[in-house]
T-cell receptor
Framework: GENVEQHPSTLSVQEGDSAVIKCTYS??????FPWYKQELGKRPQLIID?????GEKKDQRIAVTLNKTAKHFSLHITETQPEDSAVYFC?????????????FGQGTILTVHP | DTEVTQTPKHLVMGMTNKKSLKCEQH?????MYWYKQKAKKPPELMFV???????INESVPSRFSPECPNSSLLNLHLHALQPEDSALYLC?????????????FGEGSWLTVV
């Protein structure tokens, strides 16, 4: 089955700095890679996703890059703000018989200091 | 509107009780999911329903019993739970179970087993 590794497990930055979170996946059949942000006591919320036919996607201060050859994808947050502090999960959704099965990374606790 | 509604938000139950968690979506999604999330861990898939039929059961103990009465509703019946079952239970939905479908989470039901 799919295995997703996420690094770092904690990340501390100053407001205005950039933050980068990296994930690797094992199943070359995986073709959809969402990123979720989860604030304390809240649900995971989709912040950006990328499909395997695209190498990069950007939405305002957030961008995701995908390297299919190396089987890794990254989340980039620029001009970080205190409200970006949360746990971020990457995930991979394989095709074939794994329909509907999102495999999550272990999460990154991002802290943005004012 | 990407709304998945879960009730109750909080539930405390004894080990001999029978209770149910409920989930509803009105987005016309044909796939619905139950995930379990422990503190500081990623969500773990429990069940997937596709077109009202159970398509994935991730070897979940029989004390958890899912039910999909129609395409908008998903229940999780709980019986004879253990304290280690205390967790956040997340319902989610997507348009279908194809690997490129975005999965949207509800707010979750916080379950405490005493």
């Amino acid at each position: 089955g799919e295995n997703v590794e996420q690094h770092p497990s904690t990340l501390s930055v100053q407001e205005g700095d950039s933050a980068v979170i990296k994930c690797t996946y094992s199943d070359s059949a995986s073709n959809y890679f969402p990123w979720y942000k989860q604030e304390l006591g809240k649900r995971p919320q989709l912040i950006i996703d990328i499909r395997s036919n695209v190498g990069e996607k950007k939405d305002q201060r957030i961008a995701v890059t995908l390297n299919k050859t190396a089987k890794h994808f990254s989340l980039h947050i620029t001009e970080t703000q205190p409200e970006d502090s949360a746990v971020y999960f990457c995930a991979a959704n394989a095709g074939g018989t794994s329909y509907g099965k999102l495999t999550f990374g272990q999460g990154t606790i991002l802290t943005v200091h004012p | 509107d990407t709304e998945v509604t879960q009730t109750p938000k909080h539930l405390v139950m004894g080990m001999t009780n029978k209770k149910s968690l409920k989930c509803e979506q009105h987005m016309g999604h044909r796939a619905m999911y139950w995930y379990k999330q422990k503190a500081k861990k990623p969500p773990e898939l429990m069940f997937v329903y596709s077109y009202e039929k159970l398509s994935i059961n991730e070897s979940v103990p029989s004390r958890f019993s899912p039910e999909c009465p129609n395409s908008s509703l998903l229940n999780l019946h709980l019986h004879a739970l253990q304290p280690e079952d205390s967790a956040l239970y997340l319902c989610a939905s997507s348009q279908a179970t194809g690997s490129r479908n975005t999965i949207y989470f509800g707010e979750g039901s916080w379950l405490t087993v005493v």
